[in-house]
């Protein structure tokens, strides 16, 4: 499993919030959030201990924990084998690891028209 | 009431202990579908669609119609269907599941969306309160003309033939993967914590051609695909 590197924006597994986080920057979420991420331009990566009821927006996602909520990526979103999303995924490109669980849409939308 | 739902969820799931063995460990077979080549050629030009996979969810058949720029929607129904709050009473005060509360929780789509439904399996080894129900829904949220794909064991393949995940490899090909139980607890989609899900599941029924008929009595016509390995492949039109 990838660990935060670091510099990398941090939330720790004990934090819990509630609303709408925004951002400038790559995100590490190891903690509870609900309400909505906006880090467009940015990557978000959920930890194996996240628990997020949020719809999301970045350039690209790393899946490890629990998402409730729908994904629009820029550029690629990941969900690794001890992921579980409920929600549609919007990316140019997806990778799903044997294991993950996923109930929702894949669509995959190529910013060359394809 | 918790050992009786332990008993009749084990019961549901396959008697044998859970093993240690994770499900990506399972060797994977390689299979031919006549149904699933009947299906790929009717969709050769066929741009957009829009597809339902309610198998495990499967790297593989995602890869498939995202590469072919059509959308894809995921739902275990399997393992939806081992919520513990789904567990209720019927009149005679025996254990069934919660039709009503499943469909409210899962196969919630508009009707007339999906171009084509991968039922794999699921009718074998999905508990009996829930199978016609299921059916059902899936009529409605088909598109008229939309096609669903299901596999139906013979009496010969035996009580004991285990539920397989399937993975789209080809037109006509595709990779089985038997579903073995492990330990470990996962939260499902409810929140509900499940431990061995989706893993281990046990035949409820065999079906015979005229109770596969009767099931989709619905649907506008039915096709059937006699394979060597016990399985029928039933090709249904909305």
Not at chain 1, 56 to 69: F, N, P, S, Y
Not at chain 2, 12 to 41: I, N, Y
Request: with cysteine.
């Amino acid at each position: 499993m990838s660990t935060p590197a670091s510099g990398l924006a941090q939330i720790g597994k004990s934090v819990v919030i509630k609303g709408e986080l925004s951002g400038s920057e790559d995100l590490y979420l190891d903690g509870q959030v609900e309400g909505s991420i906006a880090l467009k331009g940015n990557s978000l990566t959920v930890g194996p201990n996240g628990q997020v009821k949020a719809s999301i927006d970045a350039k690209g996602v790393v899946v490890q924990g629990r998402l409730e909520g729908n994904i629009q990526a820029s550029d690629r979103v990941d969900l690794r084998k001890s992921a579980t999303v409920t929600g549609d995924i919007t990316a140019q490109r997806i990778s799903i690891e044997e294991g993950a669980f996923l109930k929702g849409k894949v669509d995959i939308q190529r910013s060359d028209g394809k | 009431m918790s050992s009786v739902s332990q008993t009749f969820m084990k019961l549901f799931r396959g008697s044998s202990g859970p093993e240690t063995v994770p499900a990506q460990g399972s060797p994977k077979l390689t299979r031919r579908s006549s149904g699933l080549g009947e299906l790929s050629r009717s969709w050769e030009s066929a741009e957009n669609l829009c597809v339902l996979d309610l198998g495990s969810t499967s790297p593989a058949n995602i890869r498939h119609f995202t590469e072919h720029g059509h959308r894809i929607y995921s739902e275990d129904l399997l393992t939806a269907s081992t919520d513990p709050e789904l567990l209720t009473k019927d009149e005679q005060g025996n254990a069934i599941l919660d039709s009503r509360k499943f469909l409210a929780d899962n196969l919630v789509y508009p009707a007339a969306h999906f171009d084509v439904v991968f039922c794999w399996n699921l009718p074998d080894y999905l508990h009996e309160s829930l199978v016609k129900p299921v059916v059902g829904r899936l009529w409605s949220v088909l598109k008229p003309g939309g096609m669903l794909l299901a596999f139906f064991h013979t009496r010969d393949a035996g009580p004991d033939s285990p539920c397989h995940r399937f993975h789209i490899i080809g037109a006509d090909t595709l990779e089985m993967q038997k579903i073995v139980l492990r330990r470990e607890a996962r939260r499902g989609p409810t929140g509900a914590v499940h431990t061995a899900i989706s893993d281990g599941f046990q035949l409820q029924r065999v079906f015979n051609n005229r109770h596969i008929e009767n099931l989709f009595r619905d649907f506008a016509s039915i096709k059937f695909f006699l394979a060597r390995d016990n399985v029928r492949e039933v090709l249904v039109v909305r």
